[in-house]
T-cell receptor, first 113, second 114 residues
Framework: AQSVSQHNHHVILSEAASLELGCNYS??????LFWYVQYPGQHLQLLLK??????LVKGIKGFEAEFIKSKFSFNLRKPSVQWSDTAEYFC???????????FGRGTSLIVHP | GAGVSQSPSNKVTEKGKDVELRCDPI?????LYWYRQRLGQGLEFLIY????????KSGLPSDRFSAERTGESVSTLTIQRTQQEDSAVYLC????????????FGPGTRLLVL
């Protein structure tokens, strides 16, 4: 069965710092990859996704993620965070042929102004 | 509607009582998912509907949990004889076709079993 690891459970940064959140998965076949974000008091929403093509994916609000197949990773990055990026971030993996995504435990990001 | 809606937003119940949680997916979305999120944990898959059939119920934690869906619209998750460990946020999500797509989430129902 697929498993998804998000190594950083809590991250605290100051504004303008760079961000990288780790996401690793276990299943080595074809995968679709997602990052979802939940801002305080709001629904979970899609930040970005990878299905095929360029492994460097750009999302909303300046976020990007890189799919590295050899490392089973899909890390999320942002060069300069803002206070408004404070949120919970979830990595999700959909294995080939499956209809059920597997979610990571989530990373809580707090950005101090 | 514009998005996925869930009701109630909060539910407090006593141990042993039954509860019903409702999800209204985005109109036209054929796939519907239920998840459970315990405090500090990730999303735990419960059940998936394609139309009104449930091809995968593997995530339901016990026979106290059941769900149904009417056509390609409303779904109800029922928890019978609630236990304190059922306390969690229950999330519903829908996708337009199969599960191979972005999920659109509702705001969740926060269930507290006393």
């Amino acid at each position: 069965a697929q498993s998804v690891s998000q190594h950083n459970h809590h991250v605290i940064l100051s504004e303008a710092a760079s961000l990288e959140l780790g996401c690793n998965y276990s299943y080595g076949g074809t995968v679709n990859l997602f990052w979802y974000v939940q801002y305080p008091g709001q629904h979970l929403q899609l930040l970005l996704k990878y299905f095929s093509g360029d492994p460097l994916v750009k999302g909303i609000k300046g976020f990007e993620a890189e799919f590295i197949k050899s490392k089973f990773s899909f890390n999320l990055r942002k060069p300069s965070v803002q206070w408004s990026d404070t949120a919970e971030y979830f990595c999700a993996v959909l294995s080939g042929g499956s209809y059920i995504p597997t979610f990571g435990r989530g990373t809580s990001l707090i950005v101090h102004p | 509607g514009a998005g996925v809606s869930q009701s109630p937003s909060n539910k407090v119940t006593e141990k042993g009582k039954d509860v019903e949680l409702r999800c209204d997916p985005i109109s036209g979305h054929t796939a519907l998912y239920w998840y459970r999120q315990r405090l500090g944990q990730g999303l735990e898959f419960l059940i998936y509907f394609q139309g009104n059939s449930a091809p995968d119920k593997s995530g339901l934690p016990s026979d106290r949990f059941s769900a149904e869906r009417t056509g390609e619209s409303v779904s109800t998750l029922t928890i019978q004889r609630t236990q304190q460990e059922d306390s969690a946020v229950y999330l519903c999500a829908s996708t337009k076709w199969t599960g191979q797509e972005t999920q659109y989430f509702g705001p969740g129902t926060r269930l507290l079993v006393l």
